[in-house]
């Protein structure tokens, strides 16, 4: 039988990686299957134990995605040092001792499509992202590893921006505002709030992108994000969605199931053209 792989979440139907690994099994020779997994939001972690239980010593995996990646952080027995600076898990898999152990892979997904796919230098560049969630927290690390002049994040709730900041401070130049506070032009501007699935913008100052400065949303869809209408408006070199970070955490999380790193652009190119059908 294939080796067993899931992506856990709920609602979980509309997911896209079940196509993405897929994909990334066919063009490496991998034997596996990968399905969607619907789990009671009252019982993630039975959901979890059953399923490894299910695989006896096959090589198995699940990604986690919302509303379970804090739960999944809580249950892992083994962390990666990334996933335990997140304070949340995407991905899930067992090592040779059969614990069940957790890694987060949203961080380095984006900042690989910004460097490999994008083209973008975050080196001495002026970031701004907005939002202090999750989704924010996960992917802190691995941009302030790229060095980064000065990481601003900038939130509705200014003391919560202001916490993600103290909790990252080791790693680089970054501070937290509210979003009425943020002062000065940048070279990149990362969305990380949910504003967008409600059709809603960040409110932000006039003039905070720089000149060709470029514009990121981790959310995507068929149609452009309010976000991404907003970088137009403001005349940004590049606007990019989110669909390239999908595809990378993918890739990565690919990676430490199976210890080889697909290659993304045919993936995100077969992606895009499903959604636009």
């Given at each position: 039988m294939s080796d067993q792989y899931a992506v856990v979440g709920n609602p979980i139907s509309h997911s896209k990686s079940p196509l993405i690994?897929?994909?990334?099994?066919?063009?490496?020779?991998?034997?596996?299957?990968?399905?969607?997994?619907?789990?009671?939001?009252?019982?993630?972690?039975?959901?979890?134990?059953?399923f490894f239980a299910q695989q006896a010593d096959q090589p198995a995996g699940l990604n986690i995605t919302v509303p379970f990646k804090q739960q999944a952080w809580e249950m892992a027995a083994q962390l990666s040092g990334r996933a335990q600076r997140a304070g949340a898990v995407n991905t899930l898999y067992r090592d040779e001792s059969g614990q069940i152990c957790g890694d987060?892979?949203?961080?380095?997904?984006?900042?690989?499509?910004?460097?490999?796919?994008?083209g973008a230098t975050l080196k001495d560049a002026r970031v701004l992202i907005l939002g202090a969630g999750g989704a924010v927290r996960g992917v802190l690390e691995p941009i302030l590893e790229q060095s980064p002049a000065l990481l601003v994040i900038a939130n509705r709730t200014a003391s919560k921006a202001e916490q993600l900041a103290q909790d990252f401070a080791e790693f680089g130049e970054l501070r937290g505002?509210?979003?009425?506070?943020?002062?000065?032009?940048?070279?990149?501007?990362?969305n990380g709030t949910s504003a967008s699935l409600q059709g809603e913008l960040p409110p932000l100052p006039a003039g905070v992108l720089k000149p060709g400065g470029w514009c990121y949303d981790m959310m995507y869809g068929a149609e452009p994000t309010p976000f991404m209408v907003w970088g137009e408006q403001q005349e940004a070199g590049?606007?990019?969605?989110?669909?390239?970070?999908?595809?990378?955490?993918?890739a990565e999380s690919f990676r430490i199931w199976r210890g080889v790193r697909p290659q993304s652009a045919a993936v995100i190119d077969a992606?895009?053209?499903?959604l636009g059908s």
């Open positions: 690994h897929r994909m990334f099994a066919q063009q490496t020779g991998q034997d596996l299957d990968y399905q969607t997994l619907e789990a009671p939001l009252d019982g993630f972690e039975q959901a979890i134990l059953t987060t892979t949203d961080g380095v997904g984006l900042v690989r499509d910004l460097l490999e796919n994008q505002c509210g979003f009425a506070e943020v002062e000065g032009q940048f070279d990149l501007i990362i590049r606007v990019i969605d989110g669909l390239g970070m999908l595809v990378e955490q993918a992606v895009r053209a499903q």
